[in-house]
T-cell receptor, first 112, second 118 residues
């Protein structure tokens, strides 16, 4: 499997519920980011967590990073129908450059 | 202005055609990226330019030819494409960031060009 695998592949929840997505990676990273993509459009950066950080918050988003397990999770609290989108983790290799590898993504559907 | 503009939005071309995709940003970013994304798949990195120099080429076939004429503009020239090259092509840019800082990795994406090769 490739760098940045995610699960679940798809998630369907009711508005108001929390959504949790997980990402695993294989190599040493500089940082890990989460992006959102609405259907057929460009990606929007949500949050970046550095390799020396364990948890980060931004509004209704909470990201954790466990470098010993090479995994990260994204929690969206109190979800809204507008959160319906695909969510990708992205890892930047610890080589000081720009090589970014996106995970397979989780398709989130929030029912109103 | 935090916009990356890609043109055209849609492109249909035959396998013998030559066409170009264009990407423009005026945020002062000095790294620009091309990605290819197939339906229900993640974006796959194709090329990265850093300070107008090709920094990464992910073994992309030569029928794709990138060009960075200046710090605001990135082109992708297409020639003799195959039907399997049909995809959404995304451009992104990132700020150089502070020395050693990770912010240079935060990418701003355009809306993409939907390419169909017949």
């Amino acid at each position: 499997s490739q760098q940045g695998e995610e699960d679940p592949q798809a998630l369907s929840i009711q508005e108001g519920e929390n959504a949790t997505m997980n990402c695993s990676y294989k190599t040493s990273i500089n940082n890990l980011q989460w992006y959102r993509q609405n259907s057929g459009r460009g990606l929007v950066h949500l949050i970046l967590i550095r390799s020396n950080e364990r948890e980060k918050h931004s509004g209704r988003l909470r990201v954790t990073l466990d470098t010993s397990k090479k995994s990260s999770s994204l929690l969206i609290t109190a979800s809204r129908a507008a959160d319906t989108a695909s969510y990708f983790c992205a890892t930047v290799l610890n080589t000081g450059g720009f090589k970014t590898i996106f995970g397979a993504g989780t398709r989130l559907f929030v029912k109103a | 202005d935090t916009e990356v503009t890609q043109t055209p939005k849609h492109l249909v071309m035959g396998m013998t055609n030559k066409k170009s995709l264009k990407c423009e940003q005026h945020m002062g970013h000095r790294a620009m990226y091309w990605y290819k994304q197939k339906a229900k798949k993640p974006p796959e990195l194709m090329f990265v330019y850093s300070y107008e120099k090709l920094s990464i080429n992910e073994s992309v076939p030569s029928r794709f030819s990138p060009e960075c004429p200046n710090s605001s503009l990135l082109n992708l020239h297409l020639h003799a494409l195959q039907p399997e090259d049909s995809a959404l092509y995304l451009c992104a840019s990132s700020h150089p960031g502070l020395a050693g800082g990770p912010d240079k990795n935060i990418q701003y994406f355009g809306a993409g060009t939907r390419l169909s090769v017949l």
